[in-house]
């Protein structure tokens, strides 16, 4: 029988012994960022992701390997565990199968065929069951059955309560129930209809009258399904032709033709109608349901890591408006570090002189700050707001300099009223602390957006129906990679920020922040040793990823582990550098030295592999270096387009705000983003849209359609049809 760490190696198609070292490492209580970046010869450089991946399906494998403990000791217990059966459950694959063939030895509610048994008619159930060449007559058997003292009056009673077990034995049987599985799914459907006779033009619409084959549905129709049903909208249930589904019952059921055969075919399409299917269809709606979440999830997942990663722009007096009608438009200026050094709230949507108001205010402030970006949230108002900005920058002058961006301000809210945000600014009032979030989003999303529960980031399909705490680690694992991937800075880092780095947690980053405000600044990443509670395993985990700028050793602000100071040194003086050529960036031919002195001796002489030596020197040629640089810069804008300015054919630029599973969302410049569906997305077959955009993206689309009414807008990327 093959051995856990057997199965993961093949349905991953990684290297046994790579496969073993990743289950040790996270046994060893290793975080997925750390293995990943700095046990890569251990793992033949097998990425986080996948890691966490790997992480996710060894938790289901030992779990279905305890269930397969709990179920066989239960049997064992009862006397009934045969060498078999005890097979049949080590082979099972998934817990479905365990549980199938658990199901006769179960503990049941009392049913009709539990009645049948205590009024003493299984040996007749079994006798007729059995379709022996010289079975009775059913009816003239089961009068042998007749006890008036056990409740059996009948001749036809006896034959009903054996009719029960029958049934209840056919809806038991494991191998019945598995064909019966793989069967609905490769050819049942699933219907949708109206719960309603006269329906009203709701969202769910086209599902009014709905129907797919339950192996080719989309997991976000299942899920839209699954919330018009809740919400009475809908009727939802799952077809099969009955006659395929019994014909392949009587293939294990019926035996040679003899008196009981048509009693037991009888008894078949009961345990099918009345037992059976109800329990199946509720598996497969299950199945398609628990398919549909983990794929929402994966999409959430993938939506949110270059969210979470955008370019930062950095070093820049930004202005964040927080759009609002009622309340106002609420206004908070803050410098190249993010701290605020202003705030006011301004009415642009009250009239003509209330927006004159408001420009003339607001130009002050930039004036007075030098404020060179202007951050506007998405929300209500936004339009509006966005409109009145443009109108601000043109008042100021040809040559201002001054720009603005649309920034997805999901989660803004939820930020300014939490704990976290009132320690933050204890005198500024939840309206102006969404607009303090909404700027910094601009200047450093990653810092921003860790203060904020990643389900309300607002970048998923249904993210409110997943399973939270499968959704909450998936997200949180996500978030913990991009935070490593870019590195925190140790003196500047804020709680939320610092706990999310590999190693830590919310304790221990409150005492870094607190030791660094008693303390001071860190001189070195050593000196992290002396905040309490960070012992030498947590300083393993989080070290490579802290960054110290101020730091006497260079490698302080590298991704270098402090475990491969020695080895970076030996590299530099193989390449003929030192670290002051380090410091002052002098590392141009530093890879063609490397290639010359010979990689392999180089990572024998530093005891590292190849992976890591390779690392290193990256590192070392571009100390400090932030990965998100890399990636295409934020759209910056000077105008704005309104909905009615839209025509057929016309080129735009714009940001990937959503990527869904029909397509994606682009932010044209318009308060509406327009939706670009997966057909229009390339001129090849994609399976997802994913294959080919991310959140984040800057992309050229042409406008196909609008709908002003509905506010709707079509986009295209692909020429040939613009």
């Given at each position: 029988?093959?051995?856990?760490?057997?199965?993961?190696?093949q349905?991953?198609n990684?290297?046994?012994?790579?496969?073993?070292?990743?289950?040790?490492?996270?046994d060893?209580?290793?975080?997925?960022?750390?293995?990943?970046?700095?046990?890569?010869?251990?793992?033949?450089?097998?990425?986080?992701?996948?890691?966490?991946?790997?992480?996710?399906r060894?938790?289901?494998?030992?779990?279905?390997?305890?269930?397969?403990?709990?179920?066989?000791?239960?049997?064992?217990?009862?006397?009934?565990?045969?060498?078999?059966?005890?097979?049949?459950?080590?082979?099972?694959?998934?817990?479905?199968?365990?549980?199938?063939?658990?199901?006769p030895?179960?503990?049941?509610?009392?049913?009709?065929?539990?009645?049948?048994?205590?009024?003493?008619?299984?040996?007749?159930?079994?006798?007729?069951?059995?379709?022996?060449?010289?079975?009775?007559?059913?009816l003239?058997?089961?009068?042998?059955y007749?006890?008036?003292?056990?409740?059996?009056?009948?001749a036809?009673?006896?034959?009903?309560?054996?009719?029960?077990?029958?049934?209840?034995?056919?809806?038991?049987?494991?191998?019945?129930?598995?064909?019966?599985?793989?069967?609905?799914?490769?050819?049942?459907?699933?219907?949708?209809?109206?719960?309603?006779?006269?329906?009203?033009?709701?969202?769910?619409?086209?599902?009014?009258?709905?129907?797919?084959?339950?192996?080719?549905?989309?997991?976000?129709?299942?899920?839209?399904?699954?919330?018009?049903?809740?919400?009475?909208?809908?009727?939802?249930?799952?077809?099969?032709?009955?006659?395929?589904?019994?014909?392949?019952?009587?293939?294990?059921?019926?035996?040679?033709?003899?008196?009981?055969?048509?009693?037991?075919?009888?008894?078949?399409?009961?345990?099918?109608?009345?037992?059976?299917?109800?329990?199946?269809?509720?598996?497969?709606?299950?199945?398609?349901?628990?398919?549909?979440?983990?794929?929402?999830?994966?999409?959430?997942?993938?939506?949110?890591?270059?969210?979470?990663?955008?370019?930062?722009?950095?070093?820049?007096?930004?202005?964040?408006l927080?759009?609002?009608?009622?309340?106002?438009?609420?206004?908070?200026?803050?410098?190249?570090?993010?701290k605020?050094l202003?705030?006011?709230?301004?009415?642009?949507?009250?009239?003509?002189?209330?927006?004159?108001?408001?420009?003339?205010?607001?130009?002050?402030?930039?004036?007075?700050?030098?404020?060179?970006?202007?951050?506007?949230?998405?929300?209500?108002?936004?339009?509006?707001?966005?409109q009145?900005?443009?109108?601000?920058?043109?008042?100021?002058?040809?040559?201002?300099?001054?720009?603005?961006?649309?920034?997805?301000?999901?989660?803004?809210?939820?930020y300014?009223?939490?704990?976290?945000?009132?320690?933050?600014?204890?005198?500024?009032?939840?309206?102006?602390?969404?607009?303090?979030?909404?700027?910094?989003?601009?200047?450093?999303?990653?810092?921003?957006?860790?203060?904020?529960?990643?389900?309300?980031i607002?970048?998923?399909?249904?993210?409110?129906?997943?399973?939270?705490?499968?959704?909450?680690e998936?997200?949180?694992?996500?978030?913990?990679?991009?935070?490593?991937?870019?590195?925190?800075?140790?003196?500047?880092?804020?709680?939320?920020?610092?706990?999310?780095?590999?190693?830590?947690?919310?304790?221990?980053?409150?005492?870094?922040?607190?030791?660094?405000?008693?303390?001071?600044?860190?001189?070195?990443?050593?000196?992290?040793?002396?905040?309490?509670?960070?012992?030498?395993?947590?300083?393993?985990?989080c070290?490579?990823?802290?960054?110290?700028?101020?730091?006497?050793?260079?490698?302080?602000?590298?991704?270098?582990?402090?475990?491969?100071?020695?080895?970076?040194?030996?590299?530099?003086?193989?390449?003929?550098?030192?670290?002051?050529?380090?410091?002052?960036?002098?590392?141009?031919?530093?890879?063609?030295?490397?290639?010359?002195?010979?990689?392999?001796?180089?990572?024998?002489?530093?005891?590292?592999?190849?992976?890591?030596?390779?690392?290193i020197?990256?590192?070392?040629?571009?100390?400090?270096?932030?990965?998100?640089?890399?990636?295409?810069?934020?759209?910056?804008?000077?105008?704005?387009?309104?909905?009615?300015?839209?025509?057929?054919?016309?080129?735009?630029?714009?940001?990937?705000?959503?990527?869904?599973?029909?397509?994606?969302?682009?932010?044209?410049?318009?308060?509406?983003?327009?939706?670009?569906?997966?057909?229009?997305?390339?001129?090849?077959?994609?399976?997802?849209?994913?294959?080919?955009?991310?959140?984040?993206?800057?992309?050229t689309?042409?406008?196909?359609?609008?709908?002003?009414?509905?506010?709707?807008?079509?986009?295209?990327?692909?020429?040939?049809?613009?």
């Amino acid at each position: 029988m093959q051995t856990i760490v057997q199965t993961l190696s093949q349905e991953f198609n990684k290297n046994e012994e790579h496969v073993q070292n990743i289950v040790t490492l996270l046994d060893e209580g290793n975080t997925v960022p750390f293995i990943a970046r700095y046990r890569k010869e251990m793992h033949g450089t097998t990425d986080d992701q996948t890691i966490r991946e790997i992480a996710d399906r060894l938790a289901y494998l030992r779990g279905l390997e305890e269930r397969k403990q709990e179920v066989k000791k239960s049997i064992e217990n009862q006397g009934k565990l045969t060498e078999e059966l005890a097979l049949k459950i080590d082979e099972a694959a998934t817990l479905a199968e365990v549980e199938d063939l658990y199901r006769p030895y179960k503990q049941k509610r009392r049913t009709r065929a539990t009645v049948a048994r205590e009024k003493g008619l299984e040996p007749l159930a079994e006798i007729l069951y059995a379709q022996e060449k010289d079975c009775p007559v059913p009816l003239e058997e089961a009068a042998k059955y007749v006890d008036e003292e056990k409740g059996v009056n009948t001749a036809e009673e006896a034959l009903a309560g054996a009719g029960d077990i029958i049934a209840e034995v056919i809806s038991n049987d494991a191998e019945i129930r598995k064909a019966l599985r793989e069967l609905f799914m490769s050819r049942a459907d699933i219907l949708s209809t109206s719960a309603k006779k006269e329906p009203e033009d709701t969202v769910y619409r086209n599902y009014y009258a709905f129907v797919s084959a339950v192996s080719k549905v989309q997991g976000h129709q299942v899920l839209a399904m699954n919330r018009g049903e809740r919400e009475e909208i809908l009727k939802v249930s799952i077809d099969m032709n009955r006659d395929v589904a019994l014909d392949l019952i009587y293939r294990y059921t019926l035996k040679e033709p003899c008196a009981s055969t048509e009693f037991v075919r009888t008894c078949a399409q009961d345990a099918y109608d009345r037992l059976i299917f109800p329990s199946v269809e509720r598996e497969i709606r299950t199945a398609l349901t628990d398919s549909a979440n983990e794929g929402a999830i994966g999409q959430f997942a993938l939506n949110l890591r270059p969210l979470l990663m955008q370019p930062p722009v950095k070093g820049f007096v930004t202005m964040g408006l927080d759009p609002g009608y009622r309340m106002g438009c609420k206004v908070a200026v803050v410098d190249g570090t993010g701290k605020v050094l202003d705030t006011t709230v301004v009415y642009p949507t009250y009239g003509e002189r209330q927006k004159k108001e408001c420009i003339d205010k607001l130009s002050v402030l930039i004036k007075k700050h030098k404020v060179q970006h202007i951050a506007i949230g998405n929300g209500t108002a936004s339009r509006e707001t966005e409109q009145m900005t443009v109108e601000l920058i043109g008042s100021l002058g040809a040559g201002s300099g001054v720009s603005y961006a649309i920034v997805n301000e999901a989660g803004a809210s939820v930020y300014s009223a939490s704990k976290l945000a009132a320690q933050e600014f204890p005198e500024y009032d939840v309206n102006l602390r969404s607009a303090v979030s909404i700027a910094r989003r601009l200047q450093d999303p990653l810092a921003e957006l860790v203060k904020i529960d990643p389900k309300s980031i607002g970048v998923g399909q249904y993210q409110h129906d997943m399973p939270e705490k499968r959704l909450s680690e998936t997200l949180d694992g996500v978030v913990e990679d991009c935070v490593n991937a870019v590195g925190v800075d140790l003196n500047t880092a804020s709680v939320p920020l610092l706990a999310r780095v590999s190693g830590l947690n919310t304790a221990v980053a409150q005492n870094i922040v607190k030791y660094r405000e008693e303390k001071g600044a860190f001189a070195s990443r050593q000196e992290v040793l002396k905040v309490p509670k960070l012992g030498a395993k947590a300083f393993e985990q989080c070290a490579g990823f802290l960054r110290v700028p101020e730091s006497k050793q260079v490698l302080d602000n590298t991704s270098v582990h402090p475990e491969s100071y020695e080895a970076a040194e030996k590299v530099l003086s193989f390449c003929g550098y030192t670290m002051e050529d380090v410091k002052a960036g002098r590392l141009m031919n530093m890879m063609r030295n490397l290639h010359a002195y010979g990689e392999e001796k180089a990572a024998k002489e530093c005891g590292i592999g190849l992976p890591t030596l390779f690392d290193i020197a990256d590192e070392l040629r571009k100390p400090g270096r932030d990965p998100r640089d890399e990636l295409p810069p934020p759209v910056l804008r000077t105008d704005v387009l309104e909905i009615k300015d839209l025509k057929p054919g016309m080129e735009l630029k714009g940001t990937v705000r959503n990527v869904i599973d029909f397509g994606a969302f682009v932010d044209i410049g318009v308060h509406q983003d327009g939706l670009v569906h997966i057909s229009q997305i390339c001129d090849k077959f994609i399976r997802h849209p994913s294959e080919v955009l991310a959140v984040g993206d800057v992309v050229t689309v042409w406008v196909k359609e609008v709908d002003e009414k509905k506010n709707r807008i079509s986009l295209t990327m692909r020429q040939a049809q613009k």
